[in-house]
């Protein structure tokens, strides 16, 4: 007997040392505890069947085995990141390179960005050129990241304001539900060039709005930018029935020029705080933390400290502070802040009393329990490096820990047999899930590398090309006059116009390049988009 004390106290004592040790030690843990219940059940061996010391371990084991199937069915959580950037960029045109603004030779890879501009030049012939073709801001970002694998998913421009959202071409499917909108608070609600922008969707499931802000500048309109931001939350809102307002989303992100400043504090101190680094000092006067004190709303939002220097104003292509006449005092006008969606409080009444509201109430609080969301912010900072603007950009990278509603894409996609430009082409795709489809969804064909879901080689329409195979696959096929020439790496994606996203993708598969052309040593005169891209 006691010898099985001295197992059962062993066992109890590498279980609270694996719970409070590092990794290296918690294996170590592990093979102890095999090696004392090794040892237990040499000692159940010669147990009395009659003792009572056998019932009490049996219960023993009994809960240890709960504990066990308890954790070995907690449902899975992954891990997502999410790179943001905001910056004013004072109408100026792009610079060559954005590397450290988008961390991309960092070790850890992003799997998500999302980027908010501020003052991107809007002037007549620009912003109409910018309407059909993609702006310089959004193309550098588009061909940056779509070598590494980024799409653009969504993006929203009103004048100044730009917003814009990347997805690694893995999460792609499960992107759904993508809506934009904006709302215009210059000059009297009717001018464009302060207001917000917001893009709104569904990740895994879970639903996610990112308002990207520019509110009205100077010292005294501390009240009139909340008014506005308060304005712009109640008058936005989207065709979704799970989240038709703002602040019905599980996650919101505001984000921007804020244009909140450092209150009270003079010229002298303010710099001599950035100086000696004691930003601390400064919090407690910056307009936006004095405000929320105030504001119900504001308390909502979480914002990480701001350890890293003011980021407005600086002396164009330098570092320092503005040494004009005016002499801007030093702020933190550039922000980004979250809001988790605060929990429902239990519905009132009975059960058979519930109305619709108890209804959503309900459901809120079960998806919330069944499905938690997480958020760690990793990083909060400004980059120097940037010059260009008179403020400079700032970076938050967050951590989302997440339990996916769901895994399987709506539509399974199939290149069947060879392509190439010789013969049509056949496409092979069944839907997994019920979906809202329409006869405005299409099947596009797209380049490896592809930056956005308009920049395709070819599409088919599903419904008007479709050929019944069977109940389950169905086909389409593509005009060989569509296919590339020279061929190449592609993929399948099925866009559906509904839910407004692609809903599947299929695997890469090789386009062969053309016999025929090859035979023949024909170059055609026009080529297709996916010739033109090879060739830059």
Sequence with gaps: MDEISRLFGAIGRVRSDTLSSDATHSTGSKLALRHRISQLMTCVDDLDPKNELQERMVKTLDNAFIVCAKRANKPKKDSFRLHMVTWNVATVDPPDDVTSLLHLNSPKSADLYVIGLQ???????????????????SHLFMSTLAP?????VSSMRMQGL?????????HIPFIRDIQATYTRTGIFGYWGNKGGVSVRLSFYGHTLCFLNCHLTAHMKYATERVDEFEYIMDTQS????????????????????LNFRIQDHGMHFVRSCINNQT????WSNDQLNMMKKKEQLLQEFEEGPLDFQPTYKFDLNSDTYDSSSKKRKPAWTDRILWRIRPKAPPPEGQEENTNGADIKKVKQIEEDEEYPLKVRQDLYTSNMEYSISDHKPVIGIFTLELRKMYETPLVRLQAEGDWSADIDAM?????????????WDWIGLYKMGFSSVSDYITYTWVKDDEAAFNEEVMQVFVSKEEIPVRGGE????YYSSTLQSIIGISEPFKV???RVALEEGLLPERTNELERTAAC
């Design 119 to 137: 003052e991107v030049y809007s002037g007549p012939m620009r912003f109409v050129s910018d309407m059909v073709f993609d702006d310089p801001w």
């Design 148 to 152: 590494r694998k980024y799409v653009k």
């Design 162 to 170: 730009l917003l814009l959202f990347f997805s690694k071409l893995e």
């Design 238 to 257: 989207f065709d979704c029935k799970n989240a038709p307002r703002v602040t019905d989303h599980r996650l919101l992100f505001w984000f921007g020029d």
């Design 279 to 282: 930003y601390n000092l400064l």
């Design 427 to 439: 496409v092979l795709y069944s839907p997994l899930q019920p979906f809202p489809s329409s006869t």
């Design 490 to 493: 592609c993929v399948l994606c």
């Design 512 to 514: 062969l390049e053309s």
